[in-house]
């Protein structure tokens, strides 16, 4: 399962409508009220002040989309073809339609010409319906229909000359039914970024960018790695890698080679210089296009495999992401997970919002039936992401109309809430890229534990062998512990990303936990080193505590001996504690959080959780299950407390179930306030309305009982005690 999907085009006229209602009729999903109507701006649901981040660069209606995908024939008739697509959209409160037509395929310039007058057409329908337009355009592959025993772009246009290489030499090109994206007789191509196609391409997009559409999105510019791995070897690449670090292109794949693992990170900054090469292009005509880049590898190894590291992207001006997050099943969603696939699914979407840095982090939220794809995009909204609804295995449906209606309907509502509240996370886990690529490289990309396929499911994540599980990856499996065990013992916290780290990502943060982090560079440790001395604590975990640099190589002395206490000349302790400067450093060697997330045993959580309660005390709390995903922000009064459950799944995979779920969320008030009022809106309902709910004050806490079928947004107001008394 590579995780790009989208549906060859032919003859194919789709807006979303999808199939939930058979399902609905066999008693197969919840019945929750509904379809909502459509909300545009509800009396209740009145604009908050703007905190410093929402007022980014980004246009406010990229910051508060809820996306869809349209599409029309080469013959559509504007009132005929296209305002029905769109119509359809506005219906399920649909705000930015992700345009998807025939960009996918080999075309010539005549008619890449006359389509863009249909792309014109689209979109001004669009904005008269008050609706944004996205151009889906794939970066690198070029697919022709028919192209495995006709003409096609390999066999007789450019591909041949520009196609991405193996280590092996064999061109990076396949023919159908490898890929559900790619229709049996059609040929794909993937190209090298360094190629001519560059110019070709660029200078596509510019003229794309004329036809008035509000954003480009590039379907992921990567390596593929489905017919061969380890692209691009081309001539193009070659002297890129030359000139770039002076080395030739490694002759095979050897990460105990400093020339391969240089060529690992560089072409995760050559793809970095291809996505803003993109997004200047089409600026360079329209100054007010924003470019979304489709996503596909997350926080677990296939970005090491396909060479897309999102992270480097987080600060760049202009560019964000469509982040393509899998689910367990292409036929089956995540129907059949596992308490921890979901906290998988949870680090995910966490590691997306982190990734984006300010900008927005629109997200893939795939479903196969109503109840899962609602609770799906449940984890989405409380990472704090954007929509976008689609049903596996393809991207041109929804899984459930009045499913995607009544949750874009809460979005509309509540998304002051949801994308200009700001985090009070005080804990951060660190995602290290360089530790990602080189430690312990293995089979597999980890992205979810249960590698079995579950009986009478079609199709699963991975082929089965255990190995493919993060359980099983060094480093990653104690990344994702980390976060399993901060998930399960309700504590919100920020993910942290490597490149491009400063002081200021840091800010606000208490404890900053580094899960078996060993590839650091100086500059790295630097800011690592003085987040410690002042003040912060950090808990380092893993046999060889930053004894690798950047590039996997070997350090003489750990870059952090200081902060950690010891030295590679030491006995490795099994843990310490130790001052330094104002902060202190907490090291555990054993790898507490893999284990935690193999096993859910208590003690190895515990080992993680005790610095994090000492040096970081909760201002907001929630007793009950410990399968209740807890997030708390701040917009100017509000406390904003969002509940998932994911209660109905266990340590081993069975029928999907909502089993609404009772908890106590308590929240400390601060001296001098008062709470006004307490209220919560919800998804699960017939309303996103906010209703009242009862609380009462103990001592200077609010506590707060709330009953979560999948989702709950709570909001606790307070006020000065003198405009409380006067109100």
């Not at 690798?548 to 590679?568: H, I, N, Q």
């Not at 959580?605 to 708390?632: F, S």
Request: net charge neutral.
């Amino acid at each position: 399962m590579s995780g790009m999907r989208r549906l060859s085009r032919r003859g194919v006229l789709r807006a979303g409508l999808g199939a939930g209602a058979t399902a609905l009729a066999a008693g197969l999903v919840p019945r929750f009220p509904g379809p909502f109507e459509v909300y545009d701006s509800p009396a209740w649901a009145a604009a908050a002040a703007r905190s410093k981040e929402a007022a980014a660069a980004f246009p406010e209606w990229s910051r508060f989309a809820r996306v869809a995908d349209g599409t029309f024939d080469e013959d559509a008739d504007p009132a005929r073809d296209m305002k029905p697509v769109i119509a359809t959209l506005k219906s399920q409160n649909v705000s930015v339609i992700e345009l998807d037509t025939i960009l996918s395929n080999w075309i010539t310039e005549a008619d890449f010409a006359t389509h863009l007058g249909k792309v014109r057409s689209f979109t001004e329908l669009a904005h008269a319906a008050g609706i944004r337009v996205v151009m889906y355009y794939p970066s690198l592959e070029v697919i022709s229909v028919g192209g495995e025993n006709g003409p096609s772009f390999y066999k007789d246009g450019g591909g041949k000359n520009w196609v991405q290489k193996g280590l092996d030499g064999k061109p990076n090109v396949f023919y159908g039914s490898l890929v559900v994206w790619v229709d049996p007789g059609d040929e794909s191509c993937w190209v090298s970024p360094n190629s001519p196609w560059r110019d070709f391409y660029l200078a596509r997009i510019k003229r794309l960018a004329g036809t008035g559409i509000d954003a480009i999105w590039p379907d992921v510019p990567i390596y593929f790695d489905g017919a061969i791995t380890w692209c691009d070897t081309s001539t193009w690449a070659a002297d890129a890698f030359r000139a770039d670090t002076g080395l030739a292109l490694p002759a095979k794949a050897d990460f105990g080679d400093p020339g391969f693992r240089r060529y690992v990170e560089w072409r995760h900054r050559d793809l970095l210089q291809w996505q803003l090469d993109i997004a200047a292009a089409g600026r360079s005509v329209n100054p007010g296009l924003v470019t979304f880049v489709e996503t596909v590898s997350m926080d677990y190894q296939y970005a090491t495999l396909v060479g897309l590291d999102g992270a480097y992207l987080r600060t760049a001006e202009g560019v964000s992401h469509v982040w393509e997050v899998d689910i367990l099943g292409n036929y089956d969603g995540m129907r059949h997970a596992t308490a921890s696939d979901w906290t998988c699914l949870i680090s995910m979407y966490k590691y997306a919002r982190a990734a984006s840095g300010t900008k927005p982090a629109w997200a893939f939220s795939y479903g196969w039936q109503a109840d899962d794809a609602s609770l799906v995009m449940a984890e989405l909204l409380a990472a704090g992401c954007n929509p976008y609804e689609v049903k596996s295995p393809y991207k041109n449906d929804t899984t459930d109309k009045a499913m995607r209606t009544r949750m874009y309907a809460f979005v509309a509502a509540n998304q002051e809430k949801l994308y200009n509240a700001v985090s009070t996370a005080t804990v951060g886990v660190y995602h290290s890229s360089a530790s990602r690529d080189y430690v312990s490289p293995a089979a597999g990309t980890g992205m979810y534990v249960n590698t079995k396929k579950p009986a009478g499911v079609k199709e699963w994540w991975a082929s089965g062998s255990a190995e493919e599980s993060c359980v099983n990856q060094q480093w990653l499996g104690e990344f994702r512990g980390t976060v399993k065990a901060l998930v399960m013992a309700h504590v919100p916290f920020t993910t942290v990303t490597s490149p491009g780290l400063t002081a200021a990502d840091l800010a606000g943060l208490r404890v900053l936990m580094l899960p078996n982090l060993q590839a650091v560079s100086d500059a790295e440790a630097g800011v690592l080193r003085d987040f410690v001395a002042g003040g912060g604590t950090v808990v380092i975990t893993g046999p060889a505590p930053t004894t690798l640099d950047e590039l996997g190589t070997a350090r003489s002395e750990y870059a952090l001996a200081d902060v950690l206490g010891f030295r590679k000349a030491d006995p490795l302790p099994t843990s310490r504690q130790n001052r330094f400067g104002s902060g202190t450093c907490w090291y555990v060697r054993q790898l507490a959080g893999k284990s935690y997330l193999a096993a859910t045993d208590q003690p190895s959580a515990d080992r993680l959780l005790g610095p994090v309660t000492a040096a970081a005390p909760q201002d907001v709390t929630l007793t009950g299950d410990r399968r209740i995903h807890l997030e708390v922000s701040r917009l100017g009064d509000d406390t904003v407390v969002q509940l998932v459950n994911f209660t109905g799944f266990g340590d081993t995979p069975s029928a999907f179930r909502t089993v609404p779920t009772s908890c106590t969320v308590s929240v400390a008030v601060p001296p001098g306030r008062r709470v006004t009022a307490v209220t919560v809106s919800s998804p699960d309902g017939a309303s996103p309305a906010p209703r009242p709910v009862d609380w009462r004050m103990v001592g200077s806490t609010a506590t707060v009982p709330v009953t979560v079928a999948q989702y709950a947004l709570l909001t606790v107001t307070t006020a000065t005690a003198m405009a409380a008394a006067t109100a």
